[in-house]
């Protein structure tokens, strides 16, 4: 049983679209990460929420934590080919490691 | 500039051969991690450490072993490689969970 699900697993689509990704849980999480990992290299890590109901923007890309802190999303305005890669969630409970979603390979074509 | 180095990056080897997969960190991390994942699929905990001389099993069952002598340093190693250790390896290092993981940019190991 996975903790964290996200949705979808595999998305493609234009430049320019717009497209969100779903992280979901029936636990609660003390906090809510988002990385992003291309080919050969290790994920980076994109944004940190907190709090419930917090919402974060980094360029084109919004983050938003569910107000019970049980779901995070990832928003992206007009897509680029260089957004493309898988994208994790991962969740924290207090406790000494994270647990990871099993990530959104996303592909935007030119 | 990479805080977290791992290495090799490429490593192929022969069935049977005992192999040390190095990873290291310059930030003074008390927290350090092993992570085993196909390509482009989900990441699974194989060990973590807490701080120097502690050292657990993660959530996927492995035939690799750790050690944590200093803070910088948590080297993974398998006794006997086979094929089904193919796969990339990844290293990650954390002051907090909340803070989240810096990771290393992996190494693939090919077992032939």
């Known amino acids: 049983t996975q903790l964290l699900e996200q949705s979808p697993q595999f998305l493609s689509i234009q430049e320019g679209e717009n497209l969100t990704v779903y992280c979901n849980s029936s636990s609660v999480f003390s906090s809510l990460q988002w990385y992003r990992q291309e080919p050969g290299e290790g994920p980076v890590l994109l944004v940190t929420?907190?709090?419930?109901?917090e919402v974060k923007k980094l360029k084109r890309l919004t983050f938003q934590f569910g107000d019970a802190r049980k779901d995070s999303s990832l928003h992206i305005t007009a897509a680029q080919p260089g957004d493309t890669g898988l994208y994790l969630c991962a969740g924290s409970q207090g406790a000494q490691k994270l647990v990871f979603g099993q990530g959104t390979r996303l592909t935007i074509n030119p | 500039e990479a805080d977290i180095y791992q290495t090799p990056r490429y490593l192929v080897i022969g069935t049977g051969k005992k192999i040390t997969l190095e990873c290291s960190q310059t930030m003074g991390h008390d927290k350090m991690y092993w992570y085993q994942q196909d390509p482009g699929m989900e990441l699974h905990l194989i060990h973590y450490s807490y701080g120097v001389n502690s050292t657990e099993k993660g959530d996927l069952s492995s035939e690799s072993t750790v050690s944590r002598i200093r803070t910088e340093h948590f080297p993974l190693t398998l006794e006997s490689a086979r094929p089904s250790h193919t796969s990339q390896y990844l290293c990650?290092?954390?002051?907090?969970?909340?803070?989240?993981?810096?990771f290393g940019s992996g190494t693939r190991l090919t077992v032939v």
């Open positions: 990650a290092s954390s002051v907090a969970v909340n803070y989240g993981y810096t």
């Open positions: 929420v907190v709090t419930g109901g």
